[in-house]
Every structure is written in C-alpha cells, then in structure tokens.
T-cell receptor, first 112, second 113 residues
Framework: NAGVTQTPKFRILKIGQSMTLQCTQD?????MYWYRQDPGMGLKLIYY???????DKGEVPNGYNVSRSTTEDFPLRLELAAPSQTSVYFC???????????FGPGTRLTVL | GENVEQHPSTLSVQEGDSAVIKCTYS??????FPWYKQELGKGPQLIID?????GEKKDQRIAVTLNKTAKHFSLHITETQPEDSAVYFC????????????FGPGTSLSVIP
C-alpha cells in the first residue's frame, strides 16, 4: 500500500491564481481530512469528509473548496490565492472517527 | 469549541534522560486523545493514543497519562534516544466539536547525544 499520497510536493503561486492540491489514499478509508500547518501553530482542519459525496467545514475553511466523488480521492481547491494561504498542507485519512489518522507527506505552498 | 494547550514549546534533554510533554483541554466531553510525532519534512505519525475510560497507557518507552478531572494529559518518553528528536503534537476529539480532532501547537524535542 502506498498509504496517503499528495501532489505536488512544492508549489509557488502568484496572488489571485488558483490551484488544486491532490490527495489519494489506497486504504479504503471512509474519513479524509485536509489540514494546514503554519509555523508554531500546530495543525488546523480545513475540510473533512466522512465518505464519498459528503464533505463538511473544519476550523479554517475560508478560501478553500473540496469535493469527494470517490472513496480514494479528496482534492482541495484554492481559488484566488492570497499570501495568507502560504502554508504546508497535509491530507490525512482514517477508517473510522476517533481512530488513528494516516497523513500524507505534505504540500508546501507559497503565495507571492 | 475545544481548545488544546501544550507545554513546553521546546524541550532539550540529554540522551538517556526522560522527557515529559503536558497538554490541557477545555471540553470535558473529549474522549479520545492521540499523540503524533512529526519528523522533519514528513507528515505526523501516531505514536500512542488513550481513550477517556483509561487513566494510563504504555508502549515500550512511551507512556501517556490522562487526568479527566483536571483535563490534563501527558506524554512520557523514557531512555530518550537521538531518533526521538522531532515535533510532538497532542490532540483531543469530542462529539461536541462535531468529531473534529483539535491539535495542540506542538513541542519540539531535541535529544542531545
């Protein structure tokens, strides 16, 4: 199993550009999550999904959108990128809630 | 909503010594408390977790204790090794936070050989 994979690893965007961060898991997990990690701030939940077709907002959803058309994929869309979205983004998955989350390697995004 | 605080933010210990990281949470309904280790350039990885019906859990050199009355939980690492150097995150999860996992800000642990 590859676990949770994320692409790209690094990306530089200009203000106002859009992009999609890809996330795929091959563990048949129901739950998937997107977090952002700012220096010294821990992990903040952006969006999460409890299954295909179901998504919900986390702590910091503004400026982002998600979709979950399959069990495996959970892409995160940034519209109109802003410098405040400069961060490291982690995708994670778990089989059930209140259980271990498996994290991908992260995407480092810089908005200039 | 839930708030998780974590102390210290940085911790430096000599190899072989013990390390203790402490967390507090605000939501008395929280019932799942995982600890994650993040090595440089990687995603976090679960090292141990504890549920609210248990006061202590141990796995080799790692132990976690939970005091529900005081809303405290702690990570204890004994006989530290250089490979224990990483950032450690505590977290809490409860139904009143719509099952979201709330993470603490992290502790950067350095083990000096």
């Amino acid at each position: 199993n590859a676990g949770v994979t994320q692409t790209p690893k690094f990306r530089i965007l200009k203000i106002g550009q859009s992009m999609t961060l890809q996330c795929t898991q091959d563990m048949n997990h129901n739950y998937m999550y997107w977090y952002r990690q700012d220096p010294g701030m821990g992990l903040k939940l952006i969006y999460y999904s409890v299954g295909a077709g179901i998504t919900d907002k986390g702590e910091v959803p503004n400026g982002y959108n998600v979709s979950r058309s399959t069990t495996e994929d959970f892409p995160l869309r940034l519209e109109l990128a802003a410098p405040s979205q400069t961060s490291v983004y982690f995708c994670a998955s778990s089989y059930l809630s209140y259980n271990e989350q498996f994290f991908g390697p992260g995407t480092r995004l810089t908005v200039l | 909503g839930e708030n998780v605080e974590q102390h210290p933010s940085t911790l430096s210990v000599q190899e072989g010594d013990s390390a203790v990281i402490k967390c507090t949470y605000s939501d008395s309904a929280s019932n799942y408390f995982p600890w994650y280790k993040q090595e440089l350039g990687k995603g976090p990885q679960l090292i141990i977790d504890i549920r609210s019906n248990v006061g202590e859990k141990k796995d080799q050199r790692i132990a976690v204790t939970l005091n529900k009355t005081a809303k405290h939980f702690s990570l204890h690492i004994t006989e530290t090794q250089p490979e224990d150097s990483a950032v450690y995150f505590c977290a809490a999860q409860s139904q009143t936070s719509y099952d979201k996992v709330i993470f603490g800000p992290g502790t950067s642990l350095s083990v000096i050989p």
